[in-house]
C-alpha cells in the first residue's frame, strides 16, 4: 500500500508534464552486456523524467538511454540489510542513480536519502520542514500521519517544498466533490436568506415564487 501511494501521488503530478513515468515493483534491467539474464533489481519505486509517457512492462536500461532518477526501498525485516548496503551500492556504483532513499513503513524513524555526488553517494540532510528534498524532481518526501486505504498509519508521501502534499487522482476526486458540497450548501444558505428578506419586505409567497423562478412548495422549504 505504501508503494502504491508512492506512485499515485506522483502520477497527477507527472500528469501536468509532456514527459515522465513513475512505477514500483518491476524490474528495473542494467547490464551492460544487454542482456536480462543478469543485473536487474525491483525497486519498490521509481521515478524518471525527460523520457516518453507510455506504459512498459520493464525499464530496460539500454534502450530507455538512462537509468532511473530516483528510487525508493521500502525496508523490511528480510531486506534492510540489503538495502542499505548491496542495493545502495548497486544503485551507486552501476545505475549511478541521482538520488535514492529508504522508508522503513512500519519503523518511520528509519528514513533516510542520498544523492550522488561525483560518483558517490552523500547523505540528505532533513530541511527546516523535516523533509528530504529531491533537487530531480524539485519536490520533498515528508511523513504524515493519516489514513489512506482504510489504513492508518506514518505514510511516506510526495510534498511541495512548502509542505502541501501531492494528492493521489482519488484524493483530487473527494476533494472536487467536498468543494462542490460547500459550494452547494453556501447557495442554499444565500437563497434561503434571500426568500427570507423578501418575505419580511411584505411579499407574497406566490411573488418570491415568481420572482426567484421557484415553486411555492421549494418556497415554503426555504423559508
Not at 558517490?120 to 530531480?136: D, F, G, K, R
Amino acid at each position: 500500500v505504501q508503494m502504491n501511494l508512492l506512485i499515485n501521488s506522483l502520477l497527477p503530478w507527472l500528469d501536468k508534464r509532456s514527459d515522465g513515468y513513475a512505477s514500483g515493483n518491476m524490474f528495473v534491467y542494467f547490464s551492460l552486456a544487454q542482456v536480462r539474464n543478469q543485473d536487474f533489481r525491483g525497486p519498490d519505486f521509481f521515478a524518471v523524467l525527460g523520457v516518453p509517457k507510455k506504459e512498459r512492462k520493464s525499464w530496460v536500461v539500454w534502450e530507455e538511454g538512462k537509468a532511473p532518477d530516483v528510487v525508493i526501498e521500502l525496508l523490511s525485516a528480510s531486506t534492510a540489510q540489503a538495502d542499505k548496503n548491496e542495493k545502495k551500492l548497486i544503485y551507486q556504483n552501476q545505475l549511478r542513480i541521482p538520488e535514492y532513499f529508504w522508508f522503513d513503513p512500519f519503523n518511520p524513524d528509519d528514513w533516510a536519502g542520498f544523492f550522488l555526488q561525483h560518483g558517490v553517494y552523500q547523505p540528505i540532510m532533513p530541511n527546516a520542514q523535516n523533509q528530504l528534498v529531491s533537487q530531480t524532481l524539485g519536490l520533498a518526501l515528508q511523513r504524515w500521519h493519516g489514513t489512506y486505504e482504510g489504513i492508518e498509519a506514518t505514510w511516506l508521501r510526495w510534498a511541495t517544498l512548502e509542505g502541501e502534499l501531492l494528492p493521489t487522482f482519488e484524493e483530487q476526486e473527494r476533494q472536487r466533490a467536498e468543494q462542490e458540497r460547500q459550494r452547494a450548501e453556501q447557495v442554499q444558505s444565500l437563497l434561503q436568506q434571500t426568500i427570507r428578506n423578501l418575505l419580511q419586505e411584505g411579499m407574497t409567497v406566490e411573488q418570491v415564487a415568481k420572482l426567484t423562478g421557484l415553486s411555492q412548495v421549494q418556497i415554503e422549504q426555504l423559508r
